[in-house]
């Protein structure tokens, strides 16, 4: 039964689309075809492609099989009355896991809180958890996954809770089977290192949560929650004869607190411009009258320039020979610039990654330290993610990778910043880069020249590097020799 009814949802979808079955378009496309004209079948192919993977996070949450179907549909509700809004390149997988599971524990406190005044009514002791059923391996590393940056997450989501190969994950994310293995590996490995700080094996939560078969969406469910969410972009009222009255309540209460969030990120961006003005003007103020005509201002205060204390070497640019290096009895260490150190620009890193490929001076060096040009910008806090520089070999496989804080960085102007790092040895043509995934309204912007000299890239380790042409990114690893 679930079968035939399956396989006449799919024929009616692909009579919709003229370039072929609906299984051939990417979460972008059909979003926009549901959002742009409302289309029913557009949104039934989502929720016929996600519905197993969001079933499976809420009853992972949740334990119960109908408050489950609640959550989960109350999640499919979210998307359609958030379609419009979605980001649409790559999968909606990860937006959809990160909705299902906040629903789901919303909806196991809600249910945990209306136990105990059960409990307490009829006299009985109430329960000491929130779901005696609960999987709490599970619903940790639930908890893990959804903290994780979109780009592993999502990788991690079609893979494990969807049950794709890497290449089919590459096809729905648009991106190189590669990058899916990459992000996939170090995803895991983030994964396990929160998992560990938590006390939880990693082993045993990912036999509990990921290796699990996937369960069928139930047809009853698919159908119900496909005519709901059609009806739900009308109103709630045109939604309660078709959609479950706990799916509603959840919806509406993520929906509220979706616009809550956006509003207060509205107003956190007008404090921080407020405050840049104010600022500016009590500066303006603090300098005082500007002169009037016929008079000077007074000369600049100088002082005897500060000796730097490394040898800095500029690099030709890609192609030539670098030049010899100047012994330094007091300090051997070089520091190797392939920009100008003038500023002609600024790019945000969004999870992409900025890289420059250098030449050591010799063949038994070691880097001590990077120096980045740039500064942060966000508010109030700073996400949970640390800013990441990494090392790889010349072909951009990764050697090494170091993390510090995201406040290392200061608000405002850009300027040097030195992080000390693990001396590691480099080979003799190494690539130096920096990794951050910013928040909406948080990330790190790295400086660079007027100038490309060929030797500045966009990409992260394992990935396909793309030339940077805007100029040279302003990062300059410090390096000395072995011992």
């Not at 519905?51 to 609640?70: N, Q, S, T, Y």
Request: glycine share 10%.
């Amino acid at each position: 039964m679930a079968e035939t009814a399956k396989g006449a949802a799919l024929r009616r979808l692909e009579a919709v689309f003229e370039i072929g079955p609906a299984g051939d378009l990417t979460d972008g496309e059909l979003l926009g075809r549901f959002a742009s004209g409302r289309d029913d079948r557009a949104f039934a192919a989502i929720v016929d492609r996600h519905g197993p993977m969001v079933l499976r996070v809420c009853r992972g949450v949740l334990g119960d099989r109908h408050e489950a179907e609640d959550a989960a549909q109350a999640a499919f509700l979210v998307l359609a009355r958030r379609a419009g809004s979605i980001e649409r390149r790559g999968s909606a997988a990860g937006w959809l896991y990160r909705v299902a599971r906040r629903i789901a524990v919303r909806s196991r406190v809600a249910s945990a809180r209306r136990r105990e005044v059960e409990a307490l009514a009829g006299g009985a002791r109430p329960p000491s958890g929130a779901d005696g059923a609960q999987d709490v391996p599970a619903a940790e590393l639930h908890e893990e996954l959804d903290r994780l940056p979109e780009r592993y997450r999502a990788p991690l989501v079609l893979c494990y809770l969807e049950g794709l190969t890497h290449e089919q994950a590459a096809s729905r994310l648009g991106c190189p089977r590669r990058t899916v293995e990459t992000r996939l590996a170090r995803g895991r490995a983030r994964l396990r290192e929160t998992l560990l700080r938590r006390g939880v094996v990693p082993s045993a939560a990912l036999v509990a949560a990921s290796l699990a078969a996937i369960p069928e969406a139930p047809a009853a469910w698919l159908e119900a929650t496909i005519l709901a969410g059609s009806a739900y972009t009308k109103g709630r009222s045109a939604a309660a004869g078709v959609a479950s009255a706990a799916a509603l309540s959840l919806a509406e209460g993520a929906l509220t607190t979706m616009i809550a969030k956006k509003a207060l990120v509205a107003a956190a961006a007008s404090l921080v411009l407020g405050g840049l003005a104010l600022g500016g003007g009590l500066r303006a103020a603090a300098r005082g009258p500007e002169p009037g005509p016929g008079v000077s201002p007074p000369a600049p205060a100088t002082s005897a320039p500060v000796p730097s204390p490394t040898q800095e070497i500029t690099l030709p640019r890609a192609g030539s020979k670098p030049p010899a290096v100047a012994s330094d009895r007091k300090d051997p260490s070089r520091e190797l610039a392939l920009d100008d150190g003038k500023m002609a620009g600024k790019r945000s890193i969004a999870g992409g990654g900025h890289a420059v490929r250098f030449e050591a001076p010799g063949d038994d060096w070691t880097l001590t330290s990077v120096r980045i040009h740039g500064a942060r910008y966000g508010y109030p806090r700073a996400p949970r993610e640390n800013f990441a520089v990494f090392l790889c070999d010349e072909k951009f496989q990764k050697i090494a990778e170091f993390e510090f804080p995201y406040a290392r960085f200061e608000r405002g102007d850009s300027r040097w910043v030195t992080l000390e790092i693990k001396p590691t040895k480099v080979p003799r043509r190494f690539v130096l880069g920096v990794d951050f995934d910013p928040a909406q309204t948080k990330g790190v912007f790295v400086s660079h020249d007027a100038q490309s000299g060929g030797t500045s890239f966009v990409g992260l380790p394992g990935e396909e590097f793309r030339p940077f042409k805007q100029g040279d990114w302003m990062i300059r690893p410090r390096v000395e020799p072995g011992k």
